[in-house]
């Protein structure tokens, strides 16, 4: 429930923040709270994605993206994640999740997220993700048409296996 309240905080405060580029990078700040560690006392590995998914609604915020999808009761959809961890978060430290969309092909927009704390790198994510519509998925040109960047052409994609 504790993550709920920092979701919709993090979207609301999102749409305040300076608008961003489909392209641009958005970082959020959190702490960790001891209901986020697991027995080791350390951040959960499942709380660093549920982290990851509010750091994604900042990104979908500060692009303007939310409000139309909203308008036309769209919703973005995790379509898969792969994540690398090196370091541990302990509780009541404070660090920051880089987020970017690092491009698209037809159907999904992959995006990176990159957990730091006090600049020292913890853990590393890519998600593929798509926008639903009412009954079926959007495509990309959808998506990109409501930003205005219609015809923007995705960056080249790293390797990724999914």
Known sequence: MLLFFRFVLCTILGRLRSRIDVLGTSTVTF?????DCDLNMHLNA???VSFMDVARMDLISRTRLLQPLLKRGWRPVMGGITVRYRRSVLPF???DIRS????????WFYIEHIV???GVFCAQ????TLIRKKDASATTAEVLALLGAEGLASPPLPELSW
């Not at 702490?31 to 209901?35: D, N």
């Not at 970017?100 to 159907?107: Q, Y």
């Not at 994510?125 to 593929?128: F, I, L, P, S």
């Open 31 to 35: 702490t960790v709270l001891p209901t």
């Open 46 to 48: 499942g709380r660093f």
């Open 93 to 95: 430290e404070r660090f």
């Open 100 to 107: 970017r969309v690092l491009g698209w092909d037809e159907k």
């Open 116 to 118: 730091e704390k006090k």
């Open 125 to 128: 994510a890519y998600v593929r």
